[in-house]
């Protein structure tokens, strides 16, 4: 049997109690749904992670995809691993019925995505195959998408992301991979790319990029960019497929997340590398930016999912090793050593796991929320729906990640000597976990995100929405005498973000942007605890509710009592950081903008 | 040429400018030494770091140590380490002329630490051997003394200390190993160790192992643990060494510092195995806890070292990688892309860096300075000095070694994706620096080391004597204009920790530790931002001086005003953490103590 690496419990929880996932089949696109056949799709996918992927967690970190001779050769479990998956149709679990999906909301998808990566992040290969696919089918012809799709929707195709180039990360302004249009309406492609996940495998029978490139001639900047479909093989004029002339250049060798290769790619080395345009010329960024609240929903996933699997192992562990006596009994020599989940300290490590990852979660599943209903309400609650999943974003991607960093280090911590080596899956995980701060955009991109666009953009109706919202669960959560305290405390930070706002804004409205975003990340950090302290005391309401209204017994008793002592947890040890935030971001020393007199740096 | 690692520059200003290193030598037992010894000492140190070590960081880390048929080999250029070493009389530094040594403060054999672990801590070897060693000449017999450290001080035979079971972690008490007294006084040792770093190797012709054993029928609990020489091959009658029993059982597989074995050994399986009491019986503890302090100097300077290295790494990359333009410049398509140090955030992340790793090595030759003069002086100043010594103890390991854990992660971030692979050496040193909150004490127990003990000993005297040492900081900054708002805010944050303390001993008053100690860990971090705050506001104080006596120009006067700024930097960025950690540790909701109820966890 596989090990605990994620809580079944808390998740039904968040979906139904919290969330009340049916509720999205009242739209018409999702009404073949019922809450059933939602549970349905999570139980495969539990499933498929419990069989074909958390038993070769450690297998796959250490036998690492290496290049010989122009191929990438991957662990054999991935090529059984893509197959179930396209047979569940949990590739496709998102799409249309008409692209061969099963019409399901994100709210559903992203927990899959949760569950496996949980098992086994090393095998992150289908997301980036979905993401891509989504591509065509949004904004690409017909015929493309009746080519490309069904074979990637299977798992015998692998989609990727092909955006960075060695001068061009954060920076997709300064992208140079051109394409030279051709008689035929296709396009050669000349450039390289770097950092591609999954951008070549044995795995499957052809590696499908989503190539962003720049027409010959066009637009410089970010406004010159165009999407294209690159094969790694295409279909000749004969029917045969043959080699698109993309060149596995190298493979980098990473700390973590070793099961998926990083490629280094050359197209057109040998002027022939084809491409084909995905809509229209020059739009190739807005393209991008419509997937990229699903991507940056699904790197917030790996975190959450990383940093769950490492709390539940170090919490079996907690439970399990003994060492030392409670610090009141500290004498009593013959009494056998406690368990150290007994000793505070260790309580405090893992009560501070807990509440990061699944306060993280219930952050995620809003967003996936906000996500469906944005694209399947209308009028104001669709545009609402969508400013307010605009504001969380970059708080969805970035705590999971940040917070999921610290998270598993702390899970490290609990195991002691035993943490840093190879006999227990927390070194892997800290070591995994890493990357997702950097991936889909750095914590300080999402910081500048934020604060730059997201809560000035349309007079700054996003944070009101958010405000709103937040306002529903502080009046709630106000009805019941020991949460009416929380309550208050979040009124308290509402304030105190509202307070560093009005001091930062005049340096945006005085056009010094440098000014403006100078300390954009620890904005970011202060608005992130608000936002998780609103998903914990949202939480703590339901929880509240039930045991008033259904006098749970057993584990569902302790399960709401934790739920509300985590709340608790998190609004004494973790809301206080906003404090020390706060007074940063509302000083005006400026330490971190370059000046004529240089510093010793 | 080996890359920068460390600042020659900066390490000369703490020593002789800051901490007057030279000032140790008006005692006689220091008297040989001058500035220039002390120099000389240093460079050996840079050339065996420069040529030996920093050019194998990757390759040990790449080729770690594995155990095939009981033997342990080790990467080739560790027995060329430990040659030069113990050539350059590096491994004796410390160490009276009567035992080879040569007789140099801690002050400048820590710094020798620094330097080794910030060019390769994956060759940890020599500072086990002078621990150990120091263990044998500080309490064991002369005849013991004069067998063994002569070949450990030579590099020829390895030392270790040998503490930790697989039942007995942090908890030393549950040590079970045996030793049963023979008729020529020697005893049969009889238990299994784990986790001995350098436990076994081929780089040496002999491993001495330091061992905490319980001889028969001694009391329980800690007054019970003796201290033994266990060689790995002993000396027998005929004058021919045999083997001595000591197996090794296993090599741990870690995540970082792979160059270093870190052994499972059984000793006693064919009743062979033969120890040496060192000193008294039932003495171990007090013997090990005297080497304490010098081995948790140990830690923080390898911490310390490492994320002075991941620091330069950053530093330089942060220099030549251009990316984006600066944010006030966005849209001007034409213009190159600018060096990503002239990001507001990413110079930031580059001054935390700076004020971190600046801050713990200033803090961790404060506390080895403190250390000579507890050994050399007399009366009060000795007294005194231990004290001050013992309180700084607990924060000189552990602020290294957590926010050094946190740097490290902030010089993966500035590298962006490349952080993440194996092209550049921070990933490794992120692994490495992983262990360091974990050795020697976790901080979990240097925080009930802390709080629980060192706060409150001798009535409260040391942190008296510390707040008398700030106060002197205090006093001479506010003479200054543009420190005086420093002093102002170090002055609060004395206050506040008093505060804290007021709030925190009616528990301790009480009798309730569990209560007193529940959030020791917050009190550590808050006081080491108040002891790095000190130790900034000092460095601060003698570049104001220098910048306004000396009239310093070019690199000097840009070393001396970037001194200045990070100070302030510290101060703006990392202090007003203080105010949420104080205001949890005030806080009267009790979360973490394990109750009759039991919670979700």
Redesign the interface.
């Known amino acids: 049997m596989a090990a605990t690496y994620f809580s079944k419990r808390n998740l039904q929880f968040l979906l139904h109690e919290v969330f009340k996932a049916d509720e999205l089949t009242k739209y018409e696109y999702f009404s073949a749904h019922d809450r059933e056949t939602f549970n349905l799709v999570l139980d495969s996918a539990t499933y498929i992670a419990d069989t074909l992927m958390q038993p070769y967690l450690k297998d796959v970190d250490r036998n690492q995809p290496e290049l010989k001779n122009g191929q990438i050769t991957v662990h054999p479990k991935i090529k059984e691993y893509l197959k179930a998956m396209g047979d569940a149709g949990l590739i496709g679990a998102g799409f249309s019925f008409e692209h061969g999906g099963q019409q399901l909301p994100e709210m559903i998808s992203a927990c899959v995505g949760f569950i496996l990566m949980a098992a086994n992040n090393g095998m992150m290969y289908t997301g980036l195959t979905s993401g891509a696919a989504h591509l065509i089918t949004s904004f690409a012809s017909s015929e493309l998408s009746e080519f490309y799709v069904p074979n990637m929707l299977a798992g015998t195709w692998q989609g990727t992301m092909a955006l960075?180039e060695p001068?061009a990360?954060?920076?997709l302004?300064?992208v140079t991979t051109s394409a030279t249009p051709q008689p035929d309406n296709t396009y050669k492609i000349k450039g390289q790319k770097?950092?591609i996940s999954a951008g070549d495998h044995d795995a499957v029978d052809n590696i499908i990029h989503l190539m962003l490139a720049r027409i010959d001639g066009a637009p410089?900047?970010t406004k010159g960019i165009s999407l294209f479909v690159v094969p790694k093989y295409r279909k000749a004029e004969d029917g045969n497929f043959v080699d698109n002339d993309v060149i596995s250049t190298g493979v980098?060798?990473?700390?973590?997340q070793k099961g998926v290769p990083?490629m280094h790619l050359t197209m057109g080395s040998n002027d022939n590398t084809i491409g084909y345009l995905v809509g229209e010329p020059h739009q190739g960024l807005p393209y991008m930016f419509q997937m990229m609240n699903e991507a940056r929903i699904g790197v917030g996933m790996t975190a959450a999912g990383i940093a769950t699997a490492a709390f539940y192992a170090a919490?079996q562990y907690a439970k399990e090793r003994?060492?030392?006596?409670?610090?009141?009994e500290?004498n009593r020599?013959?009494a056998p050593?406690t368990a150290i989940?007994?000793?505070?300290?260790?309580?405090?490590m893992?009560?501070f796991q807990?509440s990061v990852t699944e306060g993280s979660l219930s952050l995620l599943i809003e967003a996936a929320r906000l996500f469906d209903i944005s694209q399947v309400a209308e009028g104001d609650e669709k545009e609402n729906a969508f400013l307010l999943l605009d504001l969380l974003m970059p708080v969805a991607k970035s705590y999971p990640s940040e917070m999921g960093?610290q998270s598993v280090?702390q899970s490290?911590?609990t195991f002691?000597?035993y943490?840093?080596?190879?006999?227990f899956p927390v070194?892997q995980l800290?070591?995994d976990i890493?990357?997702t701060?950097?991936y889909e955009g750095?914590?300080?991109i999402q910081?500048?995100d934020l604060l730059g666009r997201k809560m000035t953009m349309k007079g700054g109706k996003a944070p009101q929405l958010l405000f709103a919202e937040m306002s529903k669960v502080i009046a709630e959560a106000s009805t019941f005498d020991d949460l009416k305290p929380y309550a208050d405390q979040l009124t308290a930070e509402l304030r105190r973000t509202q307070e560093v706002m009005a001091s930062l804004l005049p340096h945006a409205q005085k056009?010094?942007?440098?000014r403006y975003?100078?300390?954009?990340?620890l904005f970011l950090e202060m608005f992130g605890i608000m936002v998780v302290a609103w998903q914990w005391l949202k939480q703590a309401v339901v929880a509240k509710q039930t045991l008033l209204t259904q006098n749970p017994q057993g584990n569902d008793l302790?399960?709401y009592?934790?739920?509300i002592?985590?709340m608790?947890?998190f609004f004494?040890?973790e809301v206080?950081?906003?404090?020390?935030?706060a007074?940063?971001l509302k000083?005006t020393?400026v330490?971190?903008?370059?000046s004529e007199?240089?510093?010793?740096?």
């Open positions: 960075t001068q990360g954060s920076s302004s300064d770097v950092f410089k900047g980098y060798h990473k700390m973590g990083a919490l003994p060492q030392s006596r409670r610090l009141n500290k020599l013959d050593q989940i007994n000793h505070p300290d260790v309580r405090r893992l009560l807990k960093v280090s490290v911590q002691g000597g943490g840093f080596t190879e006999d070194e800290y070591r890493r990357i701060p950097i750095t914590t300080g910081a500048q056009g010094d942007i440098e975003l100078s300390d954009a990340t302790i399960f009592e934790g739920k002592h985590t608790k947890f004494h040890y206080p950081k906003t404090l020390g935030l007074q940063r000083d020393e330490l971190t903008i370059v007199k240089e510093l010793a740096l």
